[in-house]
């Protein structure tokens, strides 16, 4: 193809590639979407994931109103395990019975407490509801790749938003005059702005312009 000819070819193909990419980015949100009903309401409370400041402030409420209540039984048992004069056996004990009983007690809380809501609020409805959207949302997705790749003989590798801006770029300014001359051009151009990326990482620069973040996004796109 000519100049002008790749040009208009990549100026057509450019929104259905970019089709592909927001279904991409739908199926990534149904995904996160799904995982979150898993793990239910109580989430923040017990799912090592989804852990946050709420979590630090009801486990420190809990073990408040835990020891206050049981001290006195806790403080019972250890007397018993401390009549044996093993200073070993007197720590585990210390440590079971103040520390890790009263944790373990909290996850089994609330991780039933967290089923119950999920049977309450219907969770396994709308975890269905998420799992045929995402269905659906693969099928458009696998449909979208085979209609663009009946469209270009562009490796698929390069049918992504950002390589086909640059694409349109070299032609647009007569940079390269064919696809091959298009794509080694890219590939030149994208070994040079991730050496810089990772040599701003590595130096602990954690400001990057938009040219080395979207290159660095390029990759991760494609080696997914």
Not at 35 to 60: C, M, W
Not at 79 to 87: G, P, T, Y
Not at 147 to 157: A, E, H, K, N, R
Request: net charge neutral.
């Amino acid at each position: 193809m000519q100049n002008t000819q790749c040009l208009s070819h990549i100026q057509r193909i450019t929104p259905l590639a970019k089709k592909i990419e927001d279904i991409l980015e739908q199926q990534k949100d149904l995904e996160a979407k799904q995982q979150q009903l898993e793990r239910g309401p109580l989430r923040s409370l017990y799912h090592v994931k989804d852990l946050n400041s709420l979590f630090a402030v009801s486990i420190l409420v809990y073990l408040f109103v835990f020891h206050t209540v049981f001290s006195a039984s806790l403080i019972t048992i250890y007397q018993l395990f401390s009549r044996i004069d093993i200073l070993f056996i007197s720590v585990i004990s210390l440590f079971v019975l103040f520390v890790f009983m009263p944790i373990l007690a909290y996850f089994l809380l609330i991780w039933s407490i967290n089923k119950l809501f999920k049977r309450w609020l219907h969770y396994d409805h709308k975890e269905n509801e998420v799992l045929l959207a995402l269905k659906e949302a693969k099928e458009v997705e696998y449909e979208l790749k085979h209609t663009l790749t009946d469209q270009t003989t562009i490796p698929m590798y390069y049918l992504k938003t950002y390589a086909l801006a640059k694409f349109e770029t070299y032609f647009l300014h007569q940079r390269a005059d064919s696809m091959k001359e298009a794509i080694n051009l890219f590939e030149l151009e994208q070994q040079h702005v991730l050496q810089q990326y990772r040599f701003y990482q590595y130096n602990g620069e954690r400001r990057f312009s938009k040219m080395y973040e979207k290159a660095a996004e390029f990759e991760k796109q494609v080696s997914s």
